[in-house]
């Protein structure tokens, strides 16, 4: 029980840092990549999808 709530920590980390690294693109290189900032949280959070 305590490993899946530090892996839950660890998960919350990831997803808030990799929101902070694409937040720092701007919309150009986004654009690049075919997201637009509305797609964000859900590429951070892994449940993205074309």
């Known amino acids: ?3 899946s709530f530090i892996r839950m920590i ?3 980390r990831d997803y808030q ?7 720092q693109l ?4 986004l654009a690049d ?3 637009d900032r509305s797609d964000i949280q859900r590429v ?4 993205y999808s074309r």
Request: charged share 15%.
């Open 1 to 3: 029980m305590f490993l």
């Open 26 to 29: 701007s919309d150009l290189e």
């Open 44 to 47: 951070a959070a892994g449940a």
């Open 10 to 12: 660890q998960a919350f």
């Open 33 to 35: 990549m075919g997201l």
């Open 17 to 23: 840092r990799n929101v902070a690294e694409l937040s």
